[in-house]
């Protein structure tokens, strides 16, 4: 993490001196930007691909738990966790579609106000018709 925090802002402050602050050797620093990925580097690009490829055949829909299963069924042995921490690294997230909820029961309510102006809204007088108040 403190080289990747280096390799960041390199292009903002000296190697050296972020090398010092952060208590690491600049030569450690170099020796890790020379490094070739680790297997698990690799492994989690790999799935990372298929958790793409996965999550664009949903419609954008899957979160981890159903991508897992996915790939459980593709032959990668990988926990949703893992699955879960990829996603987010990667800002892969689920759309969720939102259920239509019924909210009001029309049967019991009550009957809507009578209609006082039978549905005459013009009038020959001003404040015939409505009242206001403004305190």
Not at 75 to 98: D, F, N, P, T, Y
Not at 121 to 130: D, Q
């Amino acid at each position: 993490m403190k080289y990747a925090f280096i390799h960041s802002e390199r292009k903002h402050h000296y190697v050296r001196r972020l090398c010092s602050a952060l208590n690491v050797s600049a030569s450690g620093y170099y020796d890790w930007i020379g490094r070739p990925p680790s297997e698990t580097q690799k492994t989690n690009q790999r799935l990372v691909t298929k958790i793409r490829c996965y999550h664009e055949a949903s419609r954008q829909t899957y979160g981890s738990p159903r991508i897992q299963r996915d790939l459980l069924a593709s032959g990668e042995s990988v926990s949703r966790q893992r699955v879960a921490r990829l996603m987010r690294a990667e800002q892969i997230q689920s759309k969720m579609a939102k259920r239509f909820v019924v909210t009001t029961n029309s049967k019991s309510t009550t009957a809507p106000a009578p209609d006082r102006l039978q549905r005459r809204f013009k009038t020959e007088l001003k404040n015939e018709a409505w009242v206001s108040d403004t305190t």
